[in-house]
């Protein structure tokens, strides 16, 4: 009995200890010290925001100025909103002053929404955007994002114009150009805007086009290669032009073709969209035609801003809101011509 209320004594003493070391957060921000900004995003292995969070890290330093230190604190949910909820909580129980949320399930986010509205905590939701009328529900919500239709539209506008440049993608000279699309999330904004809209601006700019098949390949480099070696034990060398929703899956679909030892004259023309650093490499080295800026730099700029302003109370007056509470920065064409501009801004 004594060992078992000696027991408990300890766990408590050390309940009470891991309380006071969780709450330190809160504890050294009011005497003007540090402050806390938990960060949860639905995937560390995504190319995209994992470039994105590096900038968002490099710019809150450059901008925090010397009197104030902040803590970045980064959770990965691993692809679950419930161990995203989770990790929501343990951000505010740490004493978090603001979140940073990049939903696993964007159309899933009253949990965490409730949360950060109990403590008052402001959330900054960034590139999986929610639908409206949950941003609505309460004034600490905010977006940063961009426009996904924007991004359909420049890379269907990318690609008419090769088209028309280049009779060769026409491999068989048939009037048409046969294509695949390799999609996104299933529910992601950007997958499914994205795919509406390159293919009706290809259309609208008077390409012909034949559709041989649509692929989800979740923004994933490893599953678009392997939906491209299926897509190829069917069409062989039959396909004219790879659409991807980002870049990281018109890298894999060009992996397939090298795995499988296709000649560069069999090859298609890829396009991307998001210029990660290893899409605009091909994009120099021609291995991809062409792909969309997904400003990165840009949105890890205005999630910076945001936070330091929520966190201060200074500053927000200076920042530009579309519908109240959302920035939306713009995407940009890159090419060949353009693409040693972007390489210099996200290094
Ligand atoms: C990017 C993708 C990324 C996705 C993650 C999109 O905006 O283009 O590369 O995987 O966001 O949510
Ligand atoms: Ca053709």
Redesign the pocket.
Known sequence: MRIKIRKTAAAVLFCVGMLVLCSCGKGEDETGGKKYIGVAY?NQS????NELLDSFREQLKELQGQDMETVVMIRDAAGSQRTQDDQVKELIDAGCDVLCV?LVDRADPSEIIDLAREQNVPIIFF??EPVAEDLMQWDGLYYVGAEAEESGRMQGELAADMIRADSEIDKNHDGKIQYVVLE?EVG?Q?AIIRTETVVETLIGQGIELEKLSNQIAN?NRAQAENRMEQLLGQYHSQIELVLA????MALGALDAYRKLNYTESALPAFFG??GTDEGLEAVMDSEIAGTVY?DKEGQAGAMARLSLALLTGKGMDEIEFQKERCIYLPYEKVTEGNVSEFLLRSR
């Open positions: 639905y995504d190319t995209f925001l990049n590139n999986r996104g992601h950007d923004w929703n980002n870049d990281d969209i998001d997904n």
